[in-house]
């Protein structure tokens, strides 16, 4: 009789399928019609070297992954920066953003911008310790609220800033905000001219000159129409004229960009 040798049963191996060594490519960032930032951001989104297409205004935010971000220099005038859990840092490098709005940012500790800002506000930033912006000359409107850890606020160089938005008298005291106000407004000339580098004492003493003047011209020609030194320039026209010039003496950052000459307002 014969006997079949016994074979052991090798079980079918299943060969897994082949692994693709390449990465999947990160999708490049882009602004989209609304200037919203879109793609895959990293954790650390330096906007320095990037070649974005843009108009001037750029939005980042809801996502996950940014904890610290920098801005170029000169490339945006108009940030939104918001709903962004973990980022820590935003440094505006440079010539920073004109108008800046920074919201419901929980982990942030630290905003600094070099230069250029006019207009920023701070909301919803629960362990926020420093805010620079010592640097930003023409910055004239700053607004900081839910903001209970800040600890530092330097606005030492902010001649054209006449108070802090959104901070108890008390926290502006121990912050040493009041005085820093008050040290940089006392290096206003204070005699009515108009100065390349004017502090909102200046701008509140030439705007009540231009009142004055605009109360004399109507004194001085109460009758609409009437020539007043040179053919077809009546009362209205003057004022008109007036008021114009005093927005643009007035308006926030505007007046050390222009050539003026030194003119004397002084109006007995």
């Not at 299943?14 to 919203?36: H, I, M, Y």
């Not at 630290?110 to 230069?115: C, E, M, N, P, S």
């Not at 390349?196 to 003493?205: E, G, I, S, Y």
């Not at 050390?256 to 109006?267: A, C, K």
Request: glycine fraction near 8%.
């Amino acid at each position: 009789m014969v006997t079949k040798k016994a074979t052991a049963k090798i079980p079918n191996v299943v060969t897994p399928k082949s692994v693709d060594s390449k990465q999947e490519k990160a999708s490049p960032l882009t602004l989209n019609r609304k200037a919203e930032l879109i793609g895959d951001m990293p954790s650390v989104l330096d906007l320095r070297d990037s070649k974005l297409k843009h108009k001037g205004e750029i939005r980042i935010t809801d996502d996950d992954l940014v904890e610290y971000i920098h801005l170029p220099s000169g490339e945006f005038s108009n940030v939104v920066i918001a709903d962004l859990p973990n980022l820590k840092e935003i440094h505006a490098h440079g010539l920073g953003p004109t108008w800046m709005e920074c919201q419901n940012l929980p982990n942030l500790k630290t905003l600094a911008i070099d230069g250029g800002a006019r207009w920023l506000s701070v909301e919803q930033a629960g362990i926020l310790s420093s805010i620079d912006v010592s640097m930003c000359e023409q910055l004239g409107y700053l607004s900081i609220q839910h903001a209970p850890m800040l600890s530092s606020l330097n606005i030492e160089e902010c001649r054209l800033l006449p108070h802090v938005q959104g901070l108890s008298t008390e926290k502006q005291v121990r912050l040493g905000i009041t005085g820093q106000i008050e040290i940089v407004q006392t290096e206003s000339k204070r005699d009515g001219c108009i100065h390349p580098r004017m502090t909102w004492a200046d701008l509140q003493l030439v705007l009540g000159n231009l009142q004055k003047a605009e109360g004399l011209l109507k004194k001085q020609f109460p009758i609409d129409g009437e020539e007043i030194g040179a053919p077809n320039v009546s009362r209205q026209r003057t004022d008109t004229d007036c008021c114009s010039m005093g927005r643009r003496f007035t308006r926030v950052g505007r007046v050390s960009r222009m050539s003026i000459p030194t003119v004397n307002l002084h109006i007995d």
